[in-house]
């Protein structure tokens, strides 16, 4: 009797210790996400939380200071935690917490954005979101944006303190093109949106205000050009250790760099196999790349351009039901429409999904941009070839059914944390999106028993894969290796087969976005998952049941998606 009394007290002290081990945790949690988005409000109002409407990130050096400090504090709050005390989500939650607050301290610290990288600041005075979204009566949505703009002159002194003498040329060239688009669209795209608010008085502040801006971030651009070009240096390569931390940091991957870009550039030859014999079955007289530029021919006309894609997109949703090939956790469709013409200057096309905590602004919108009448009929023809029949299908996958509104659809349909909706893996995010595209075409759709038309949509589709594969192999030659610049659009160029100005702006991304590797790694990392999700299940297996699994688990790395999915301890780290 005295062993049971015993033994019900052991039981009941830990059972103690476990709530409050997790009461703890779901109050240290909140403190932090508090506290990372109070520092970071325009990421809250993009997450649909509009307490931090027309508020703007105070980017001071005390500001930073004591930014850095939390982080660390809470750095060491979470790491004192006795993690396996926690619940199931409550560990996922820890994991992703953890790796958030390493990889802010690690932009920070390590990668020193705040004080090296001119872009940072470029366009932080972003409105777009209280014009392209109505989730508050227009007269708001305006004091908001002239709250944000009557920071700006104060927003672009701490940005000039901040900043090193001595900064990397393309950085510094590629954050004034930025800041005079951003000033532009302020002048003029802006302007556009609000022609037709009445309130006088209203509109005389907003004026004053974003007259005000402008000349702030013109000014932050005249600042580039006077003081930091002629010091620019071309160190902008993050360095083979730091490359590392990212890997680690971002998505929990612990390969080398060495080990990551053999993988690409097999991967590279093995697509450019794909993409030449699908242009030998298109026509077999011809070169793979004059085969590729012959499809691009076929295309809409201006007039047809959009009620074509609305029309195939439909048949996309439905080829996903017919063939059970993910659950579509909703009727609600995707909005598919012309870009709004304040953001047709950066944009051909687009996901606009609300944030995950939007109650009021809920409708997603699938933005394409039309032709512009104004252009040549030159401009006009590759703008049209470019959304070719092919290529526009593919892009439609990628962005809407069943990529990132199917996502976003499963994840406000799912049970996933508040944390989970918050942080999200870039190679999660982006890998699946790639992956659904080759992973559609395997499932049958383009493929009607015309193999020439089946081959179209895999050339396609292999066309946006050697871009994707290309980033991969820059990134890390390019931050681990030395590539420079011009090397690298050499590299786009013989590998991706496409022109000096749009391999010219991959390098250039390449040297501020290490992170687009993450396209490719992560549609590797989902193709080995469902193999190994795969053998686990046997004849449990079905594509729709993996698909579901891995849209209904939040946003978390795809490292951490294998604990969840995988029950063998002892293949989690095989990630490749």
């Known amino acids: ?84 005390s926690l619940s199931t989500k409550q560990y996922y939650d820890w994991k992703l917490l953890r790796s958030n607050i390493k990889n802010e301290l690690f932009s920070f610290e390590d990668l020193k954005v705040f004080t090296k990288n001119p872009m940072t600041y470029a366009s932080a005075i972003d409105v777009n979101i209280y014009v392209k979204r109505n989730f508050a009566p227009i007269e708001q949505q305006i004091k908001s944006i002239i709250a944000i703009e009557n920071e700006a ?60 801006a402008i000349a702030a971030i013109n000014g932050y651009a005249d600042f580039l050009e006077k003081e930091k070009l002629g010091k620019a240096n071309n160190k902008y390569a993050i360095g083979k250790e730091n490359y590392q931390k990212m890997l680690l940091y971002g998505e929990g991957i612990t390969m080398s760099a060495d080990e990551i870009l053999a993988i690409g550039m097999k991967e590279l030859q093995k697509e450019q196999a794909a993409f030449n014999a699908a242009a030998k079955i298109i026509n077999p007289n011809k070169k ?33 039901i017919d063939h059970k090939i993910v659950t ?90 508040k944390v989970q909706k918050v942080f999200g893996s870039y190679a999660y995010i982006e890998g699946w999106a790639h992956y659904t595209e080759i992973m559609m075409l395997e499932a049958g759709y383009g493929n009607s028993g015309d193999p020439v038309k089946a081959a179209k949509f895999r050339l396609a589709q292999s066309g946006d894969a050697l871009l994707r594969i290309c980033r991969l192999c820059v990134s890390i030659k390019t931050h681990c290796y030395g590539m420079n610049v011009d090397d690298a659009t050499k590299f786009f160029m013989s590998n ?10 991959e390098a250039l991304r390449g040297t501020y976005d290490p992170g687009y590797l993450f396209y490719t790694l992560g549609k590797l990392q989902i193709l080995k998952l469902r193999e190994d999700f795969k053998k686990q299940e046997g004849d449990n297996y079905s594509l729709q049941k993996f698909n579901d699994a891995m849209l209904d688990n939040g946003m978390m790395p795809i490292q951490t998606m294998r604990e969840v999915l995988l029950k063998d301890k002892t293949i989690w780290s095989k990630i490749l």
Not at 158 to 176: E, F, G, M, V
Not at 292 to 320: C, G, M, V, W
Not at 370 to 398: C, G, M, R
Not at 496 to 505: M, V
């Open 153 to 212: 002159p104060k927003f672009y002194a701490n940005a000039k303190a901040n900043l090193q003498d001595s900064l990397a040329l393309p950085h510094i060239q590629l954050a004034i093109e930025i800041a005079r688009g951003s000033a532009s669209f302020l002048g003029k795209d802006l302007l556009v949106a609000l022609k037709d608010v009445k309130n006088d008085s209203l509109m005389k502040a907003f004026n004053s205000a974003n007259t005000k």
């Open 496 to 505: 991706w087969y496409q022109g000096d100005k749009p391999s010219r702006q």
């Open 288 to 320: 793979p790349i004059d085969v590729y530029n012959d499809i691009q021919k076929e295309h809409p006309t201006a007039q047809s351009l959009i009620p074509d894609a609305k029309k195939n997109l439909e048949a996309i949703r439905q080829f996903l």
């Open 328 to 417: 579509m956790p909703s009727e609600v469709r995707v909005k598919l429409e012309e870009t709004p013409a304040f953001a047709r200057a950066t944009s051909t096309a687009s996901m606009d999904t609300p944030g995950p905590f939007e109650t009021k602004a809920t409708e997603a919108y699938y933005y394409i941009t039309p032709v512009d009448p104004k252009w040549t009929p030159k401009q006009q023809e590759d703008w049209l070839a470019s959304f070719n029949f092919y290529t526009t299908d593919v892009v439609s996958i990628h962005e809407a059914y069943p990529g990132h509104y199917t996502q976003f659809l499963h994840l406000n349909a799912s049970d996933a944390t």
């Open 1 to 84: 009797m005295k062993k049971h009394i015993l033994l019900v007290l052991v039981l009941a002290f830990f059972g103690c210790n476990k709530n409050d081990e997790n009461e703890a945790f779901e109050k240290l949690s909140e403190d932090y996400l508090k506290g990372y988005l109070d520092w970071r409000p325009q990421s809250g109002v993009s997450l649909g939380l509009h307490e931090y409407d027309g508020k703007i990130a105070d980017y001071s050096k005390k500001s930073m200071d004591a930014e850095i400090a939390r982080l660390k504090d809470f750095d060491k709050k979470f790491s004192e935690m006795d993690s396996a």
